[in-house]
């Protein structure tokens, strides 16, 4: 099965960075993403990894180590427009559901001026 | 480009009535398809994958179906709901070499 752990909440300020961390088990990783997910809306993709390293997109980066089993979205330059929930997910060889994305329980991150 | 749509988007329903969740994926053929929950406190919990017409697999007992009775048409269905089946529906679509997904709008059920 798969586990999936990053913190329920963070805060931070505008114009600051902050480091979301995910660590994951699988039994046969095929890539971790990173979606955000506004209040009440449905979730947006902002990044993918399946090799290690880090991959930079604008303001947000996302890192990876698989023999860590572990990821972090960071982001620069914080907006008010940035608060919203920040969701791990990983794809699993070994998951029935083949290219079904299992899913944390999200961190909810709040940008204050 | 590809798009993906939901219906209805918010619904409040009696315990014990019967629920229907449709999705609809333009401009893909034979999309990986798929029925996710978001319930208060719990993160999206994945229901139902579909590779094809009429194949449906189930990741979560419960009394929810689902079916898909054309290419690009997926069902989210119930006899008799219970509150534990409240919360947000959503339907997505996956790129089968990367994973990706992309979500339509999603449904927010509530039982009463």
């Known amino acids: 099965g798969q586990n999936i752990d990053q913190p329920t909440e963070m805060t931070a300020t505008e114009g600051a960075i902050v480091q979301i961390n995910c660590t994951y088990q699988t039994s046969g990783f095929n890539g971790l993403f990173w979606y955000q997910q506004h209040a009440g809306e449905a979730p947006t993709f902002l990044s993918y990894n399946v090799l290690d390293g880090l991959e930079e997109k604008g303001r947000f980066s996302s890192f990876l180590s698989r023999s860590k089993g572990y990821s972090y979205l960071l982001l620069k330059e914080l907006q008010m427009k940035d608060s919203a929930s920040y969701l791990c997910?990983?794809?699993?060889?070994?998951?029935?559901?083949?290219?079904?994305?299992?899913f944390g329980k999200g961190t909810t991150l709040s940008v204050s001026s | 480009s590809q798009t993906i749509h939901q219906w209805p988007a918010t619904l409040v329903q009696p315990v014990g009535s019967p629920l229907s969740l449709e999705c609809t994926v333009e401009?893909?053929?034979?999309?990986?398809l798929y029925w996710y929950r978001q319930a208060a406190g719990r993160g999206l919990q994945l229901l139902f994958y579909?590779?094809?017409?009429?194949?449906i697999s189930s990741e979560v007992p419960q009394n929810l179906s689902a079916s898909r009775p054309q290419d690009r048409q997926f069902i989210l269905s119930s006899k008799k709901l219970l509150l534990s089946d409240s919360g947000f529906y959503l339907c997505?679509?996956?790129?089968?070499?990367?994973?990706?997904?992309?979500f339509g709008e999603g449904s927010r059920l509530t039982v009463l």
């Open positions: 401009g893909t053929s034979n999309p990986n």
């Open positions: 579909s590779v094809g017409i009429g194949q």
């Open positions: 997505a679509w996956g790129l089968a070499v990367s994973g990706e997904l992309f």
């Open positions: 997910a990983v794809r699993d060889r070994g998951n029935q559901a083949g290219t079904a994305l299992i």
